[in-house]
């Protein structure tokens, strides 16, 4: 354990407060001490400090760090101290009941309930979490603990899909008894956990076991419907394994990406959670309309979803506003689900040249990589006895270019100038506020996409020649 030992002790921010904290019994538990001994890196530093006022001791490390002092839940006595440096932080409490045992045994995973005493420099394992790490093993502390919070379960699988470890039978057991008690935590926490296991390597395991466990349909009753759905000729797989598949292959075209689309799936533009959590995620409901528009042709047998693209943006909506995303993350899934065939449609077109990939461009603006990737997973994820090797490829390489084109050109490609604004387009056609001055502003809009219309007087030219 010695190595393990010395990674924490050499971590900048324990090596910083560490002659302020000597005459203090304090631990630092939970995700920094598990990354550590699965040998990553954590900025997730939780201290729980014994035998003293947290919030004074709170405000006094703050001040002799030169750090900024938080109150995150002055009922359970929770404070956070910012560091000068905005990105490394530390939360910090006192443990339940004023007992450390206690406390470390209320938690939900043995691999989460592992602690370091900072002063004397050792490891605290009450529960046999080194043990479960060593072995790969995802175990529970008690059921207790569990029952107490339900929002744990998902824990359960959010771990899975971030380890690969292997679920203990026991929480399986425990999850389907369970399973009911799900949506009690709040919608906020419920979502936070969700899109942590999306971020996850292996989400596509996670999301077949919580499908196991009778929990997906509990947290997102659509795919009820979704289940209704079979095999067809153009996909091999049933429609739920389709979308879990395609989050498979989310992962895959990650996997292989060069670091620049790698480093843009990094990205936290959404809150503290990765763009390709919220890709996998669009990924995993980007189908969801076709129950509501599922026809079979009498002469041929054919499977079809007609409109089923803008019919699950539609769906996604209440959805996602049941679960709180916000408007800007609502409004990416959305676009994500509405325009899934577009790259591939697009790339198939006889006619496709220079200025259709450029009109894709603009029309898709900050969407571009992630509408991309989720055509790829989306033909790669179907393999039905119409669909050959052939296709497959021919598709995935066009695809692979329009990607590939647009980061080489996107330095260069600048946001749709607005030319005319309503009230100058109201007063050149002598027009009044309506329905029709929306039309007009679309038009013009498709117009400025189509590289039809590209200065203020062209603009003036269209509308007056068009309406």
């Known amino acids: 354990m010695d190595k393990y030992i010395q990674a924490i002790e050499n971590d900048e921010v324990i090596k910083l407060i560490k002659p302020h904290i000597r005459n203090i019994q304090t631990y630092i538990v939970g995700g920094f001490v598990r990354d550590i001994l699965m040998n990553k890196h954590s900025l997730d530093r939780d201290l729980i400090v014994c035998n003293c006022d947290v919030r004074e001791f709170s405000k006094n490390l703050a001040k002799q760090l030169n750090a900024y002092f938080v109150e995150l839940d002055t009922v359970n006595n929770i404070y956070r101290i910012v560091l000068e440096d905005k990105i490394n932080y530390l939360d910090i409490t006192c443990p339940i009941e004023n007992n450390f045992e206690k406390d470390i045994k209320r938690r939900d995973l043995t691999i989460n309930a592992i602690a370091y005493d900072i002063n004397n420099q050792k490891f605290i394992d009450l ?28 824990r359960i699988f959010r771990f899975y899909s971030k380890t690969g470890f292997e679920i203990d039978h026991s929480l399986i057991k425990l999850s389907k008894e369970l399973y009911k008690e799900i949506n009690k935590p709040s919608k906020e926490r419920i979502t936070t956990e969700l899109l942590k296991m999306f971020e996850g390597k292996y989400c596509d395991l996670a999301l077949k076991k919580l499908d196991e466990c009778n929990i997906l349909e509990e947290i997102l009753p659509i795919y009820k419907e979704v289940k209704k759905i079979p095999p067809n000729t153009h996909h091999h797989l049933d429609l739920i394994h389709h979308l879990i598949e395609t989050v498979r292959q989310i992962q895959i075209i990650y996997d292989n990406s060069n670091e620049e689309v790698k480093k843009y799936l990094e990205t936290e533009k959404y809150g503290s959670v990765k763009e390709i959590a919220f890709l996998k995620f669009a990924g995993f409901l980007h189908d969801i309309g076709k129950p509501s528009c599922w026809t079979i042709e009498e002469d041929t047998g054919r499977h079809r979803f007609i409109q089923h693209d803008l019919i699950g943006s539609e769906l996604a909506v209440p959805i996602l506003k049941d679960l709180k995303f916000s408007k800007k993350q609502i409004n990416y899934i959305k676009t994500l689900i509405k325009y899934h065939i577009y790259p591939s449609s697009m790339i198939s077109a006889p006619d496709v040249n220079d200025k259709a990939y450029l009109r894709f461009y603009r029309k898709m603006e900050n969407y571009v990589i992630d509408i991309i990737i989720l055509a790829m997973a989306d033909r790669l994820s179907a393999r039905g006895e119409q669909v050959t090797d052939e296709m497959v490829e021919k598709n995935i390489k066009g695809l692979t270019s329009l990607l590939n084109n647009y980061i080489e050109q996107q330095k260069n490609f600048k946001p749709i100038e607005k030319l005319l604004n309503g009230n100058e387009i109201m007063e050149i056609l002598k027009i009044k506020q309506s329905p029709e001055l929306g039309n007009i502003i679309k038009a013009l809009h498709e117009a400025q996409l189509n590289c039809e219309v590209t200065t203020k007087q062209e603009a003036i030219n269209f509308i007056k020649n068009s309406f």
Do not use: Q, S, V
């Open 127 to 154: 529960t046999g979490g080194i043990e479960d790490i060593k072995n790969k093993k995802i175990k529970g502390i008690t059921e207790e603990n569990f029952k107490d919070d339900p929002l744990r379960l998902l």
